[in-house]
């Protein structure tokens, strides 16, 4: 039994068929790249960000990097700073009283970012130069003894010429009130504001964290 084909359909081209399949397969192809596209949208959105754009620069650390890093001499201490980290910060023992907010937060600061470092603790020392050379607080020695809190304190230097390149390396960049990094080189090589900031601590151990984790060139843990 034959197949009925009427008038109309013989007068449409064979061609035509492909025609149409080919525009809705067409179509269908585009709905589905523009599906795709609005699906990656936010990939392609933070890759251009971070590329690109680049915020703040591309900067990732809370701390001011010392570009280039700043040599230490350790004339200018009786303690070593070589092979260690070392968090400096330098107040005169005369103004660092209880009641001194500014200077007990640097040395708080510094004790909990150490206690902070865990099992890391030990490659990290706390220095205190103090600069007028009069005996340290009683209540503050206690709190801030190097035997339970790990913090050294140091004199400065007798010698004219120590004293002041000492305090021209501190002063440098207007960071003499900083917390001070020193690389186990020994060198600046970043300073942090003093802060009661729980946000900004953690940026702070964040970036101690990196450090201690990236860098173990030099380092002596004797």
């Given at each position: ?27 269908g ?24 754009i ?35 910060v330098a ?49 503050v ?8 809190a ?6 400065l ?37 003093v ?8 940026n ?19």
């Amino acid at each position: 039994m034959g197949i009925k084909v009427s008038d109309k359909e013989l007068l449409i081209p064979a061609s035509a068929d492909s025609v149409a399949i080919d525009t809705r397969t067409r179509r269908g192809r585009m709905q589905m790249l523009f599906l795709l596209l609005a699906c990656a949208a936010p990939v392609i959105a933070s890759y251009f960000a971070y590329y690109v754009i680049k915020p703040e620069g591309g900067k990732t650390n809370f701390g001011v990097l010392v570009q280039p890093a700043q040599d230490a001499n350790e004339a200018w201490f009786s303690v070593p700073l070589k092979g260690k980290w070392t968090l400096l910060v330098a107040r005169p023992a005369g103004d660092c009283q209880i009641k001194n907010e500014s200077c007990i937060e640097a040395l708080f600061l510094m004790r909990q970012l150490r206690v902070a470092m865990g099992r890391e603790s030990g490659r990290v020392q706390l220095l205190w130069v103090n600069l007028d050379g009069k005996p340290v607080d009683p209540e503050v020695a206690l709190a801030y003894d190097e035997k339970t809190a790990g913090l050294k304190v140091v004199n400065l230097p007798s010698d004219p010429k120590l004293k002041a390149e000492f305090q021209a390396w501190l002063d440098r960049e207007g960071a003499g009130k900083a917390i001070q990094l020193v690389d186990p080189s020994p060198a600046k090589m970043m300073y942090f504001p003093v802060t009661n900031s729980s946000k900004e601590f953690a940026n702070i151990k964040k970036d101690l964290e990196k450090l201690l984790r990236l860098n173990h060139k030099g380092e002596s843990l004797q």
